[in-house]
């Protein structure tokens, strides 16, 4: 992997740090967070880009567009299943699990193309995965309620899914026509899921409305639209394990931003899981 390629990665990972700050700073409902941050970024996306979608929407296969379709239900599912799961058990327990999808990015991926990451990248994925466990969990671990657990579980597959059909999709669909396809298909996922649960889509004070935009800005356009671009050129294990450095950048910010002090052992989980990273990419051709 080129310097180019790495310096995005690791702009993509800073900015998807930043969602969980926005989203408590917010005070509005995630899954309404969730749908302006994906709604706005497709149609900023579109604005600047609506030339090159029009004449590449032409070429679209009807079999792509359902990929394409099934892409945005997934990044909207993996939003609302892994946000609706930390209702159901606590914070740790949920991101700790739903942080498990490049296991199944890396199941599907293979089923597709048949993309073999080296044995020498799944060790690093695993200890990646310790690590973030280590960061996650503090005191006793139980589950005192099945469903949490579950659907962060679901949230996970939602997530691999949607990274393993962007690293095929990516190959032969540009940045543009992608994920502004994607997005806007996520948006009327999550606008039936709000409409469902009676969430009220426009009723928030201007700070709120403010926090909706720099969540389209900053972790959507800047984190994984940027990420989707990067998946036409990188394996989709190095990809998705680089995302769990988004715990220890949110880590970090809360500490800055919140004044949230992580527990003493949360640091050495920050230390494996960066080492796991830095194992996947060393050895990403």
């Not at 990248?121 to 990646?128: E, F, H, P, W």
């Amino acid at each position: 992997m080129n310097v180019n390629k790495l310096l995005l990665l690791i702009l993509a990972v800073f900015a998807v740090s930043w969602a969980s700050i926005f989203v408590r700073l917010s005070n509005a409902p995630a899954t309404i967070c969730a749908f302006w941050r994906v709604l706005i970024s497709s149609l900023l996306i579109l604005l600047l880009g609506h030339s090159m979608f029009l004449e590449e929407l032409k070429s679209i296969s009807i079999k792509d567009l359902g990929y394409l379709a099934f892409s945005g239900t997934a990044l909207a599912l993996h939003f609302a299943l892994w946000m609706k799961s930390l209702f159901h058990t606590s914070i740790a327990i949920s991101t700790t699990i739903v942080s498990s999808h490049p296991i199944f990015a890396s199941l599907f991926i293979f089923a597709f193309i048949r993309e073999k990451p080296l044995r020498i990248q799944i060790l690093g994925l695993i200890l990646a995965i310790i690590g973030i466990n280590i960061l996650s969990f503090s005191g006793e671990i139980y589950f005192s309620n099945i469903l949490g657990p579950l659907l962060a579980l679901a949230g996970a597959i939602c997530a691999g899914a949607y990274f393993a059909i962007g690293r095929v999709l990516r190959q032969r669909i540009s940045l543009v026509t992608y994920a502004s396809i994607v997005y806007l298909v996520a948006a009327i996922v999550l606008f039936m899921i709000n409409i469902i649960y009676h969430i009220p889509l426009m009723s928030y004070p201007l700070h709120s409305w403010i926090f909706f935009l720099l969540l389209a800005l900053v972790p959507m356009m800047l984190g994984h639209t940027v990420l989707n671009y990067l998946l036409k050129y990188s394996k989709t294990i190095t990809i998705t394990s680089v995302t769990l450095g988004e715990p220890i950048g949110a880590t970090l910010l809360a500490l800055l931003l919140l004044n949230e002090a992580p527990a003493t052992m949360t640091y050495l989980g920050m230390v494996i899981t960066l080492i796991g990273i830095a194992i996947v990419l060393l050895y990403e051709k």
